[in-house]
């Protein structure tokens, strides 16, 4: 080493202890089985972590605001910006495009919080492509039939689109077993039981650690196939 530099390195401000920058926690699962529920629990418990806000072309629900639960966008909008390479991932969900912009999960990052991704599979399927330091999470119902209970119980859509819903879930559910995508699955029967889980999921994700323990689903929580096996 030059003399000059180890001077310089001496003179130079005390080293920092290097902070653990925490992974992203993806969170998958199908509409209706509660992940916004799950999700808006951890959020509010724990200042540590942060949402990131996708853009998407549906029009907002009752209650919904802008820059809060989504951006929202118009397909020619959201078209363009992802040609011009401004989204980490994005898919076409129930007729619409939803997408996760770059400048979302830098925002969290940046405001060093542990970035929380509620997003389709598809989505999910890209994120791990991508090799974004993430801890990936399927949520699944107990059964399809109690899903198809619950999507009519919040009677926020219409019927063709609880059809629509209850057919994607079926794919999405299928995904549960497919190897090497998620680390951790979570059967959300009892709300908190599901929520003592991924709050402990989450914990490690605040850590900066990356996957599930051997075999892919993780400690407290159901083997892939189970989860795929309950929809039957
Ligand atoms: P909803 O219309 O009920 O808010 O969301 C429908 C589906 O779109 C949910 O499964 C949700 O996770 C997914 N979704 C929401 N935001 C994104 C996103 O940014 N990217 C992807 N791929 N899916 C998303």
Do not use: W
């Not at 003399?3 to 653990?20: F, I, Y």
């Not at 907002?60 to 363009?80: C, D, I, S």
């Not at 209850?166 to 999405?172: F, G, I, T, W």
């Amino acid at each position: 080493v030059p003399a000059g530099e180890a001077v310089a390195a001496a003179e130079g401000p005390p080293p920092r202890e290097e902070a653990v920058r925490p992974s992203a926690l993806v969170i998958v699962g199908p509409s209706g089985v509660g992940k916004g529920t799950l999700i808006n629990r951890l959020m509010e418990a724990d200042r540590r972590f942060g949402f990131s806000c996708s853009h998407t072309t549906r029009p907002p629900r009752e209650g919904e605001l802008n820059g809060v639960h989504y951006h929202f966008t118009t397909h020619e909008a959201m078209e363009a910006d992802i040609v011009a390479g401004k989204f980490l991932e994005h898919a076409h969900v129930h007729k619409n495009i939803y997408g996760t912009s770059i400048q979302a999960v830098h925002d969290v990052a940046t405001a060093g919080r542990c970035c929380v991704l509620d997003i389709d599979v598809q989505g999910a399927r890209q994120v791990r492509k991508a090799g974004l330091k993430a801890i990936f999470v399927f949520i699944a119902p107990p059964s399809l039939a109690e899903l198809e209970q619950r999507l009519r119980g919040r009677a926020t859509d219409s019927e063709e689109q609880i059809t629509t819903r209850l057919r994607n879930a079926q794919e999405e559910l299928e995904s549960a077993k497919e190897p090497g995508l998620y680390d951790y699955i979570i059967i959300n029967s009892d709300l908190d039981e599901a929520y003592h889980q991924l709050a402990s999921v989450a914990r490690s994700a605040l850590a900066g650690e990356v996957g599930g323990p051997e075999g892919s689903a993780g400690t407290g929580t159901a083997p892939a196939a189970a989860a795929a096996g309950a929809a039957a």
